[in-house]
């Protein structure tokens, strides 16, 4: 089993930082691919970024060039979400996920209760 716990969230202003922790226990996750998802009000849960075991990133259109995935494999076992230049359309509760078959697989088989991330305009 794996256990993932985000952190990070909050309320910043438009044009501002914010970076999400996701820290996972049970198992290490080197093995696994990882990802960050948001659900904004009244929208379906639209994938943000992923990378894959080795280190290889996917992002989605929206977030290119302003959200940067990492992971920690070794003491910390977690997974960051770096996002710059927040918009007020950047408003979700963010998730992590776990994948044992990788990030492309769009499989997901652990996840995280999310953090809410506001921006105002």
């Known amino acids: 089993q794996v256990q993932l716990v985000e952190s990070g969230g909050g309320l910043v202003q438009a044009g501002g930082s914010l970076r999400l922790s996701c820290a996972a226990s049970?198992?290490?996750?080197?093995?696994?691919?990882m990802g960050w998802f948001r659900q904004a009000p009244g929208k379906e849960r639209e994938f943000v970024a992923g990378i894959s075991w080795n280190g290889l990133t996917y992002y989605a259109d929206s977030v290119k060039g302003q959200f940067t995935i990492s992971r920690d494999n070794a003491a910390k076992n977690t997974v960051y979400l770096q996002m710059n230049s927040l918009k007020p359309e950047d408003t979700a509760v963010y998730s992590c996920?776990?994948?044992?078959?990788?990030?492309?697989?769009?499989?997901?088989?652990?996840w995280g209760q999310g953090t809410q991330v506001t921006v105002s305009s």
């Open positions: 049970g198992r290490i996750l080197s093995s696994y691919g």
């Open positions: 996920a776990a994948s044992l078959t990788g990030v492309v697989s769009h499989r997901w088989d652990y």
